[in-house]
Nanobody
Framework: QVQLLESGGGLVQTGGSLRLSCLASLSGRTFTSYYMGWFREAPGKEREFVAVISGSGGDHSLSESVKGRFTISRNNSLNMVYLHMSGLQPEDTAVYYC???????????WGQGTQVTVSS
């Protein structure tokens, strides 16, 4: 069982930066057993993939829409995963969700989300 709690969202101006954090509380398997992903859902749109990082942190990928602006990292000693966002644009406005899964692309556990709003 994994419980995920996101934080760090807020209101930022265009071009600004935010760092989202996700704390995982686990029973059973270790944090490194899980791929960790970030997704976002904008009003009226489907939830979309943003970034994923492997259990060791040695492999990661980003969606084309955020490459060059966002990075993903994790601290396995703290059970934390981060989404570092820079160059934020109004189209990045969304609820951002943290997710965990033991296979890349298959996420069983989801957080409640944190709102990111980028003003123009």
């Amino acid at each position: 069982q994994v419980q995920l709690l996101e934080s760090g969202g807020g209101l930022v101006q265009t071009g600004g930066s935010l760092r989202l954090s996700c704390l995982a509380s686990l029973s059973g398997r270790t944090f490194t057993s899980y791929y960790m992903g970030w997704f976002r859902e904008a009003p009226g749109k489907e939830r979309e993939f943003v970034a994923v990082i492997s259990g060791s942190g040695g492999d990661h990928s980003l969606s084309e829409s955020v490459k060059g602006r966002f990075t993903i990292s994790r601290n396995n000693s703290l059970n934390m995963v981060y989404l570092h966002m820079s160059g934020l644009q109004p189209e990045d406005t969304a609820v951002y969700y943290c997710a965990a899964g033991q296979r890349n692309g298959f996420y069983r556990y989801w957080g409640q989300g944190t709102q990111v709003t980028v003003s123009s």
